[in-house]
């Protein structure tokens, strides 16, 4: 038995769902009465989208920790970024929140562009879900999960991509991508 009550998830994969499996457990959380935070690693702040105006709405704290396009960036801003996000992230989680969600945060370690090690790591980030998820729900998403993130979490799900509109040249739609 854990000695603990929060839970850690992890949705990743290849596949369409990772964030809208994850905001499906915030509405579910919202519905107990329960406080939740929402971390967004890559979309920026001058993104808009569906989630964060709904979210915002249900008064939801959500935040968007990109910078855009990051291959218009430069590596420092890239890591810039990174930095700012994982100190929010530490703030969010030190918090008396029930659940936080980082979306996206997988993400940061296939980078390959983005020399990261001495900002974040793996390693990192488990500690941190260890020593947070005593007492919260921690949901993290983005593609290709790494065996140490899989080991501490107690739910992975893998999304399988079957088929997408983008490969038959669909443009992302309002309301399904955004």
Known sequence: ????????LVLTGEGKG???????MVIRA??????VCVLQFFKSPEYECG?????????VEIHPLGIGFSWLKTEEEQRDAIRNGWAKTLEKLSSDYDMVVIDEIINVFS???????DILT???????LEKYSVDKDIILTGRGCGEILKSVADTVT????????YEEGLEACKGIEY
């Open 111 to 117: 980078q390959k562009n983005v020399k990261i090690d």
């Open 51 to 59: 989630e964060r105006i709904f979210l915002e709405k249900c008064g």
């Open 158 to 165: 893998e999304m399988v991509n079957v088929k997408h509109g």
């Open 30 to 35: 919202l519905g107990w009465g329960k406080k």
């Open 122 to 128: 793996e390693e990192d980030l488990k500690n941190a």
């Open 1 to 8: 038995m854990l000695d603990r009550k929060g839970r850690i």
């Open 18 to 24: 990772k964030t809208s499996s994850a905001l499906g």
